[in-house]
């Protein structure tokens, strides 16, 4: 046995291991190949077969399998719900990537093993005495933007970190294929021209932006001495896409025409939330704000809350989510809701997808909006939101 392994190592799989390096050979020639090297080291001919016996661990199949699901863990980011499934040191649940990268003290391997839920009460406020020693203080502000409901019996899922819905796209991971087998103006013409849409933006859009992120990263790195590369460039790309997108679109779009944009008061016997959320960077220290008033215009409730670092989307949620919330402690049942992020109201009135990262957040606003109340939810220019900010 042991001799004809060696002899198929040594012969026939170099041989075509050779060959395979600058021809491409068909799946059925493959399959035969390989066929005919297993019916050599079990011993088959025309008129007997033979039984087959290998441990898995020795198997190159196996440890192929093995390889390649190293890789796919490093794809992988988890969506906190109730954190009961996600451990808190080592699972990839932060735009930052794993905390273990970040901890200035040892960490012992019972430590190691608990999970998101461990480090908050049953209410889900962060217990940060546990960990604001252990971490520097942006990734402590990370965490806090975080929302857990340790009580839910929704588990964390895991998404695909490489595409803005979650969703593994196998464009965005088999594209690098034809990255060598073109020159420079070939590749150029082909991306710049391709109009395929993505979740909503065209290829075209995503390509350029991306080439010039890097050019600007790379800028920044030679001539920058206390430049770091960005922990989630996909994010920042399709931001950055996204916006320019949105932008030429409505310049297309535009009918020059004199516009009186103004605050309008809510309907009789309502109540109006203006909310608002931002964040300086991608992810960037943020905050949210909002205003109650009633249906003569004036002024009854705000508030004010910084929410630590995260993105401006999730800022915008936390705004609705905290408005939503102090208007129903207060007794409000009649609410008219106003929000200057479209992308927020949007994603609010279309069915969840349960792998995007702001998920949790989303699930809460809804669940929140079918109790037993009357509200309208509508999307206001920045102009006519400007109390709020």
């Excluded at 046995?1 to 190592?9: D, H, N, P, T």
């Excluded at 203006?274 to 909002?290: F, I």
């Excluded at 004036?298 to 949620?317: D, R, V, Y």
């Excluded at 809460?364 to 309208?376: A, C, F, G, Q, V």
Aim: proline share 3%.
């Amino acid at each position: 046995m042991a001799g004809r392994i060696a002899l198929v190592k040594s012969v026939t799989s170099s041989m075509t291991a050779h060959l395979m390096q600058t021809m491409f050979f068909p799946e059925n020639v493959i399959q035969e190949l390989d066929r005919l090297n297993r019916n050599f080291i079990w011993g088959h001919t025309g008129e007997t077969r033979k039984i087959h016996s290998a441990k898995a661990s020795n198997s190159y199949i196996w440890r192929s399998i093995l390889k390649g699901r190293d890789v796919l863990v490093r794809g992988l980011g988890k969506n906190i719900c109730n954190g009961h499934s996600t451990k808190f040191w080592i699972d990839n649940w932060l735009s930052c990537g794993p905390l273990i990268k970040y901890v200035n003290a040892e960490i012992s391997v019972l430590e190691a093993e608990l999970p998101v839920a461990s480090f908050c009460n049953e209410a889900g406020n962060w217990d940060f005495d546990m960990f604001t020693h252990l971490l520097p203080s942006e990734i402590v502000s990370m965490i806090a933007a975080v929302l857990i409901d340790p009580s839910s019996e929704e588990e964390d899922v895991d998404f695909w970190l490489e595409t803005s819905n979650g969703v593994f796209s196998l464009r965005g991971n088999l594209s690098s294929f034809d990255f060598f087998n073109q020159n420079l103006q070939q590749w150029m013409l082909k991306n710049i021209q391709d109009n395929t849409v993505i979740d909503g933006l065209p290829w075209s859009y995503i390509f350029v932006y991306t080439i010039w992120l890097l050019w600007c990263w790379r800028s920044l790195l030679i001539f920058d001495s206390s430049f770091t590369w960005p922990h989630n460039p996909q994010q920042q790309i399709w931001t950055k896409t996204k916006k320019a997108f949105d932008i030429l679109n409505k310049t297309q779009q535009r009918v020059k025409r004199d516009v009186s944009i103004s605050w309008k008061k809510p309907n009789k016997t309502f109540v109006k939330l203006s909310a608002d959320g931002s964040a300086r960077g991608q992810p960037g220290g943020a905050a949210t704000g909002g205003i109650i008033r009633d249906d003569k215009g004036e002024w009854m409730l705000g508030f004010i809350h910084k929410i630590g670092i995260t993105f401006s989307l999730n800022a915008e949620l936390w705004a609705l989510l905290q408005g939503l919330n102090l208007c129903w402690r207060r007794g409000f049942r009649k609410v008219q809701v106003e929000s200057d992020s479209f992308l927020a109201i949007q994603k609010l009135l279309m069915e969840s997808n349960t792998l995007e990262p702001n998920v949790h957040l989303l699930r809460n606003i809804k669940e929140l909006l079918l109790w037993d109340w009357d509200y309208r939810i509508f999307y206001i220019p920045h102009e006519a939101n400007q109390c709020v900010d």
